[in-house]
């Protein structure tokens, strides 16, 4: 059986390259995806509409990876910088007209078992909707 912390950097990984694929294959049926604008999303396939939908308007990469772990190996955090450039605007958000960022984030995991139940996106989001006003 793969740690979950693998299992998480794996992940990070999978939304560098954007493969969805590998992404559907760590998510339980039922996952649960809380973003950054405070939007929770139900559902496996949901879930990967709502990360292939962030990355049409943010095309966004994940760098400095440190990834930390509970003791019962049921939560994994991933402290990351997020750098990319906003494409296509967004409701709630400015403007895009290709604005650069980076900008510190933190992915939360949790799991049952091999399979992630829910992930957790975090960000200062004023912080990040001033970078955006640039």
Sequence with gaps: ?????????????????RDYETIAGFLDEDAALDTLTGQRTI???????????????????????????????QRVAVDVTARGQ??????????ASGQSYSIPSVFVFEFDGPSVTRLTHYRNIRIFEQQLLR
């Excluded at 998480?8 to 560098?16: C, P, V």
């Excluded at 496996?44 to 994940?62: G, K, T, V």
Aim: hydrophobic share 45%.
């Design 1 to 17: 059986m793969t740690d979950v912390q693998t299992i998480a950097e794996r992940f990070m990984e999978a939304l560098n390259q």
């Design 43 to 73: 559902g496996a396939h949901p879930l990967r509409l709502a990360i292939a939908s962030y990355f049409r308007h943010f095309d966004e990469a994940f760098f400095d990876m440190v990834p930390m772990r509970d003791q019962l190996g």
């Design 86 to 95: 906003y494409r296509e605007s967004m409701a709630g958000f400015p403007p």
